[in-house]
């Protein structure tokens, strides 16, 4: 299902903000609306990880962490969709994934081929 190769982080969001059809994966089994919701906040999270340059900080640093807590939680995305302790987990469990393995990488693990979905900001297909 990853027929577009991302390259970098910042490519996959460029494309979901362009509202184009993105890979990504499913993190509720859910579907419909929850799904959509917890993958807004997933690339609000991964906007937030690049803008705080995360990287940098590194992956293990609990100030950094918080950092990022406190922009996200301040998100109005984020804030609007008002979001469930599980559903804001989810979503930053998979942000942080994207953001760290880079989106070609993340989505080729073999460990959720089945879980592969497609999804704009507009709409989970």
Not at 8 to 27: F, N, P, Q
Request: proline share 2%.
């Amino acid at each position: 299902m990853n027929q577009h190769k991302y390259n970098t982080i910042e490519t996959w969001l460029s494309d979901w903000d362009d509202g184009a059809d993105v890979s990504s994966v499913s993190m509720s089994g859910f579907g419909g609306d929850y799904e959509q919701a917890l993958q807004v906040i997933a690339a609000e999270a991964v906007r937030t990880l690049i803008k705080l340059d995360y990287k940098q900080s590194g992956f293990e640093n609990q100030k950094a962490y918080d950092k990022f807590i406190e922009e996200l939680d301040k998100n109005q995305v984020v804030l609007d969709v008002a979001p469930s302790g599980a559903m804001f987990s989810a979503a930053i469990n998979l942000a942080m994934i994207m953001y760290k393995r880079g989106p070609d990488s993340a989505l080729s693990d073999q460990a959720i081929k089945d879980r592969l979905i497609k999804v704009s900001k507009n709409a989970v297909h």
